[in-house]
């Protein structure tokens, strides 16, 4: 069966940056893109962008460029999102989720990552 | 860029009735680009419905979706226990600068 497993927490001071993976499971890695969904505390949910496991191109929503780098390991199956200068509003759970190519949903997500950023 | 408004922001409701959850559009959305979700506390959001009707796997069919244009509609035949969370709708968009997804604020079900 299709699973994504995230990495663990995380806890960061402004400024800094932080890795979060999400390795994939069950299925041909390159049959979905990785997409990226940022949920703040009791908020909704915002997608920040995806990663096509096919050509490694990356497309990012207006409020998610310039800081948010997304990077795949093809050997093992894992997408990476990297976020430099953190700030404390990036403090949110971060989830990776599947998107076929020829579909318009989120069909599988990652259990998500909570990246904290405090003093 | 197409923003969705979900209501009501707060459905209670008892075990064993309706819920009828509403998803607006500023702009006209493609059947085919709208879904919805559910997410309990603490939990990942899980694929509800696609296509603006058609369940993903292992959904139950008490769950159906309706609606074209701008309105869109969830609804839940009968509540069981197990149904009580927070419900997004999401359109997908593909026009410059790019792709996107947008997601409503969601409408959460919670127990009367």
């Known amino acids: 069966q299709v699973q994504l497993v995230q990495s663990g927490s995380e806890l960061k001071k402004p400024g800094a940056s932080v890795k979060v993976s999400c390795k994939t499971s069950?299925?041909?890695?390159?049959?979905?893109?990785i997409n990226w969904v940022r949920q703040a505390p009791g908020q909704g949910l915002e997608w920040v962008g995806w990663?096509?496991?096919?050509?490694?191109?990356?497309a990012f929503a207006q409020a998610f460029t310039g800081r948010f780098v997304f990077s795949l390991d093809t050997s093992v199956s894992t997408a990476y999102l990297q976020i430099s200068s953190l700030k404390t509003e990036d403090t949110a759970v971060y989830y990776c989720?599947?998107?076929?190519?020829?579909?318009?949903?989120?069909?599988?997500w990652g259990q998500g990552t909570l990246v904290t950023v405090s003093s | 860029e197409i923003v969705l408004t979900q209501s009501p922001g707060t459905l209670s409701l008892s075990p064993g009735e309706r819920a009828t959850l509403s998803c607006r559009a500023s702009?006209?959305?493609?059947?085919?680009?709208l879904a919805w979700y559910q997410q309990k506390p603490g939990q990942a959001p899980r694929l509800l419905l696609y296509?603006?009707?058609i369940r993903a796997t292992g959904i139950p069919d008490r769950f159906s979706g309706s609606g074209s244009g701008t309105d869109f509609t969830l609804t839940i035949s009968r509540l069981e226990p197990e149904d009580f969370a927070v419900y997004y709708c999401?359109?997908?968009?593909?026009?410059?600068?790019?792709?996107?997804?947008?997601f409503g604020p969601g409408t959460k079900v919670d127990i009367k």
């Open positions: 989720a599947l998107k076929q190519y020829t579909g318009y949903q989120l069909d599988y």
């Open positions: 702009q006209t959305v493609s059947s085919s680009y």
């Open positions: 069950g299925y041909t890695f390159t049959k979905f893109a």
């Open positions: 990663i096509n496991t096919n050509t490694g191109n990356p």
């Open positions: 999401q359109q997908y968009g593909n026009s410059p600068p790019g792709p996107i997804f947008t």
């Open positions: 296509g603006a009707s």
